[in-house]
Structures are given as structure tokens and as C-alpha cells.
């Protein structure tokens, strides 16, 4: 069984699907660490991520290593994976390895795209969304728990640009899928918005 969790970022993706993967047994992946190691590689070279062949090179390479650095989060590591995304050779290299992992024993995918472009056919998709504002606050705290430094007016600036870009890609944009359940987190913490998932998939399984 494959279920999808799509949305924005900061909407409490990875939260709710690291719980329901807990909960159903399944294994977890946080296809967004893909994006993330890649554009992490692509600045590790001293290229630029909207360079397509660079990027591609970087995701082609990726190994465990990569996906385990301790980089991966913060600002400039969210803009540079924004940036890998957009690019189709980026995605196509990233695309069969998600597949695998999700097909060799079910699993939950968290991500942009995984109801509409990995798995079109998962039986389960939910598209988890919040404000703007609540999702912003959310990465401020976050940032803060991690001892970062931040402005949350510049958090909530590069959370709409990044928003904005995965948004208006030509591929694999950030959108719902036609049999999505939309869930907005906006007024309820992990465990009301898992109450609510696991809702969602009684009624759909
Ligand atoms: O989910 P996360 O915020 O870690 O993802 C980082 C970036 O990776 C996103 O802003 C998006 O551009 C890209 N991404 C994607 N498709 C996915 C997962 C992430 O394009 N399935």
C-alpha cells in the first residue's frame, strides 16, 4: 500500500507521515531530502542549482552519504532544492528510485508530487495545507529550536517564494491531485491532524 502526502512547505508533511508510516507499519520517505541532497551537491561543486546539467550530474550521483549530511535544512538548502526541482532531468533521475522504495513493500511518501506524478495510482492521497502564516510561524520555531537565527517577516518571504516557484513549475508542480483529501492543518496540531488522516484513510481503504 502506497500513500501520498503532498503540500507546501511547513504544513506538517512530514509530522503526519512519519505517524501514519508508524502506524500502519509502513516504512517512511522524505522525498523532499532527495531535492535538498542534490542542491546541496550542486553548491558543493560551486555550480549554480538552476544549472540543468550540473543538477542532473548531482542527482544521478546521489548516495546514502548524501541523503544522511546534516545540512540538509535551513534557507539555503531549501532554495537550492526548490531550484534542482524545477528542472526535468532532475526529476526523471529521482523518479524510479521513489518508485522502488515505494513499491517494494508500501510505504509513505511525503512530497510535491508523489499523488499526481510517483504514484498517480496510490489508493491514498492527502494533500496537507496550512496558511501562510501558520506555516510560517511553524519554520520559525523550528529554526529556532535548532538554534538558528531568523527574521520571521524573511522566513515567511522565502516560504511564499519557495511556494511560488514549486507552484509555477512546467513540471511536476505543487498541486492536488483530482482524488486528493484536502486536510488543512491550520488550526490543529500533529495529533488532531492525525486524528484526521487516519479518518480520511478509514474512509478511502
Ligand atoms: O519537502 P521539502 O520542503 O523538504 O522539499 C524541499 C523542496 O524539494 C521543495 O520546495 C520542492 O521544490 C522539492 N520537492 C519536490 N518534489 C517532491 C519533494 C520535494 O519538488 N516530491
Known amino acids: 500500500m502506497v500513500i501520498a502526502v503532498d503540500g507546501p512547505a511547513a504544513a506538517g508533511k512530514g509530522t503526519l507521515a512519519r505517524r501514519l508510516a508508524a502506524a500502519l507499519g509502513l516504512p517512511y520517505l522524505d522525498t523532499g531530502l532527495l531535492y535538498r541532497a542534490t542542491g546541496r551537491r550542486v553548491l558543493d561543486a560551486g555550480a549554480d542549482p538552476r544549472d540543468p546539467e550540473a543538477a542532473a550530474a548531482a542527482a544521478r550521483n546521489l548516495t546514502p552519504a548524501d ?15 526548490s531550484a534542482v526541482a ?4 532532475v526529476r526523471a533521475a529521482l523518479l524510479d528510485w521513489q518508485r522502488e522504495f515505494g513499491r517494494r513493500h508500501g510505504a509513505v511518501l511525503d512530497g510535491r508530487d508523489i499523488g499526481t506524478v510517483v504514484f498517480p495510482e496510490a489508493p491514498v492521497k492527502l494533500f496537507v495545507t ?5 506555516r510560517a510561524r511553524r519554520r520559525f520555531l523550528e529554526l529556532q529550536g535548532r538554534g538558528t537565527a531568523a527574521d520571521p517577516a524573511q522566513v515567511l518571504a522565502e516560504l511564499q ?8 513549475r512546467a513540471v511536476a508542480p505543487l498541486v492536488p491531485a483530482a482524488d486528493a483529501a484536502v486536510l488543512d492543518t ?11 488522516a487516519m479518518a480520511l484513510l478509514r474512509e478511502r481503504l
Open 67 to 81: 541523503l544522511a549530511r546534516s545540512d540538509l535544512r535551513g534557507p539555503e538548502a531549501d532554495m537550492a532544492a
Open 130 to 134: 496550512a496558511s501562510a502564516e501558520e
Open 161 to 168: 517564494a519557495r511556494d511560488a516557484q514549486d507552484r509555477q
Open 86 to 89: 524545477a528542472i526535468p532531468a
Open 186 to 196: 491550520t488550526e490543529l496540531d500533529a495529533e488532531a491532524a492525525f486524528a484526521a
